[in-house]
């Protein structure tokens, strides 16, 4: 590669719920050839343990000392990404609204974050080391995961379109509580000390809101490409 990295590529993909990063990140990587990580299942799945063991998710501290208890593991692949918590596969389980109504308290606490940042760049440095690359979606990934990553992206849309992604992703909820609970997260999510939701430097912002899908793997693909 001309930009000098000896090992494979890494897209970082942040942006808030609903903007089209996980289908995005998914077509990206399946079109490149790249592996996909899911940051925000690795945080649903750190969050589905602490629920699991009864940890009381507004209680910081009980969470910090928990927070390398429970060993989880990422799948990579864009066609069949899979996420197990202590050999469980919990794919399902983590999108279930009680684990999205506790995932955002539960990220917000400094232990976890750093917990989950060494696997995450573990992966990273697995898929860059022996494969082509990885295409990372989360909220820090541009800013803290992978500072140095030749793409970044800033994927945003319209609250409304992204309320209805969701509604239909998960199987037609109500439209009016699910925009309520994404800004009710995007605040969190937004506004927390350690590596709150932000554009990263070098990010190029897309819109997705007018876009297909198609066009918005289009232009990123078309951002690696341009590095290459
Ligand atoms: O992408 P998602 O909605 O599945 O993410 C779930 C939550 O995880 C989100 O509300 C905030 C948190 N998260 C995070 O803090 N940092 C990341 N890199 C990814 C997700």
Do not use: C
């Not at 506004?191 to 990010?203: F, I, K, Q």
């Amino acid at each position: 590669m001309s930009n000098g990295i000896v090992n494979g590529i890494v897209v970082a993909v942040d942006g808030p719920s609903g903007s089209g990063k996980s289908s995005t990140s998914r077509g990206v990587a399946a079109r490149l050839g790249l592996r996909y990580l899911d940051t925000g299942a690795m945080f649903r799945a750190m969050t589905w343990a602490m629920l699991r063991d009864g940890v009381d998710i507004h209680d910081a501290a009980a969470l910090a000392a928990r927070a390398g208890a429970p060993r989880i593991e990422s799948g990579t692949d864009p066609l069949g990404p899979t996420i197990a918590v202590d050999g469980t596969d919990v794919a399902e389980a983590i999108r279930t609204e009680e684990v999205t109504r506790a995932v955002s308290p539960v990220s917000a606490v400094p232990e976890v974050r750093a917990r989950l940042l060494e696997l995450q760049r573990r992966v990273i440095a697995d898929a860059t080391g022996t494969g082509p690359g990885i295409v990372v979606e989360g909220r820090d990934i541009g800013s803290v995961v992978a500072p140095d990553a030749p793409v970044k992206v800033y994927l945003t849309a319209d609250p409304a379109a992204r309320a209805a992604r969701r509604a239909a992703e998960e199987g037609g909820s109500d439209l009016a509580a699910t925009e309520q609970l994404l800004l009710s997260r995007d605040k969190i999510d937004s506004s927390r000390a350690t590596a709150p939701l932000v554009r990263a430097d070098g990010a190029v912002h897309i819109d997705t809101t007018p876009y297909t899908l198609d066009e918005v793997v289009d232009q990123v693909v078309a951002l690696v490409r341009a590095v290459e």
